[in-house]
C-alpha cells in the first residue's frame, strides 16, 4: 500500500524544454491536487481534480497542463518551462473536497536552468 | 478568493516552553481550518484540524483554538521537544469548495 507516489524526484530543465510530472494513488481517493511549494510562499494549488474526468484551475494555472487518465492517476505538463517554474511540486490527494485530510507525495524537485 | 495570514514566519523557543502560531483569514464563509507540519526535507502532514462549529481541539501537546467573530485561528504547542522543530503551514477552506487555501509557513526551531 503505497498511498501516493509521485515521480520523478528530481528533474533539472533547460529554458523551453517540457516534461511531465507522474502523480498515482492507490488509497482510492476521488479528489486529486497539484501544489508548488516556494520559499516563503507556502503551498500554491496548481491545479486540482475533484474526480475522474474533470479538472479546474487554482491559484497558480499559466504554464502548466494537467491530466486526470483515472481515479489513481493525475499528472502535471511543462509545455514549455521556464525559469520561474523552478520549484517543489507536490501531489495531493483526499476522499473528496478540501475539508478533508490531504495526503501529500513525497515531492519533485524541479530545477529550470 | 480566501486570504490567509500567518505570523510569525520564524519562531525559536526553549525546550519546554511553549510555541504559539497566528493566522488570520478573509473569507467569513471559510469553515475548515487544518495545519500540516512539514520536517524538513519531508512531505507536509496533518497534525490537527478545526471546524467552525467548534471553539478549541486540541490533541495531546498540541491545541488549535479558532475565532470566527475576528476571523482567526492559532496553534498551540505546549512541552516542546527537539522533534517539534519543522516548518508549520495554517489552511482554510470553505465546505464544498475544492481549493484549500494555506498560509505562508513559520518555520520553528526548538533550542535544546
Known amino acids: 500500500n503505497a498511498g501516493v507516489t509521485q515521480t520523478p524526484k528530481f528533474q533539472v530543465l533547460k529554458t523551453g524544454q517540457s516534461m511531465t510530472l507522474q502523480c498515482a494513488q492507490d488509497m482510492n481517493h476521488n479528489s486529486m491536487y497539484w501544489y508548488r511549494q516556494d520559499p516563503g510562499m507556502g503551498l500554491r494549488l496548481i491545479y486540482y481534480s475533484a474526480s475522474e474526468g474533470t479538472t479546474d484551475k487554482g491559484e497558480v494555472p499559466n504554464g502548466y497542463n494537467v491530466s486526470r487518465l483515472n481515479k489513481r492517476e493525475f499528472s502535471l505538463r511543462l509545455e514549455s518551462a521556464a525559469p520561474s517554474q523552478t520549484s517543489v511540486y507536490f501531489c495531493a490527494t483526499n476522499r473528496q473536497g478540501a475539508n478533508e485530510k490531504l495526503f501529500f507525495g513525497s515531492g519533485t524537485q524541479l530545477s529550470v536552468l | 478568493g480566501e486570504n490567509v495570514e500567518q505570523h510569525p514566519s520564524t519562531l525559536s523557543v526553549q525546550e519546554g516552553d511553549s510555541a504559539v502560531i497566528k493566522c488570520t483569514y478573509s473569507?467569513?464563509?471559510?469553515?475548515?481550518f487544518p495545519w500540516y507540519k512539514q520536517e524538513l526535507g519531508k512531505r507536509p502532514q496533518l497534525i490537527i484540524d478545526?471546524?467552525?462549529?467548534?471553539g478549541e481541539k486540541k490533541d495531546q501537546r498540541i491545541a488549535v483554538t479558532l475565532n470566527k467573530t475576528a476571523k482567526h485561528f492559532s496553534l498551540h504547542i505546549t512541552e516542546t521537544q527537539p522533534e517539534d522543530s519543522a516548518v508549520y503551514f495554517c489552511?482554510?477552506?470553505?465546505?464544498?469548495?475544492?481549493?484549500?487555501?494555506f498560509g505562508t509557513g513559520t518555520r520553528l526551531t526548538i533550542i535544546p
Open positions: 473569507d467569513s464563509a471559510s469553515n475548515y
Open positions: 489552511a482554510a477552506s470553505t465546505f464544498g469548495n475544492e481549493k484549500l487555501t
Open positions: 478545526i471546524r467552525s462549529n467548534v
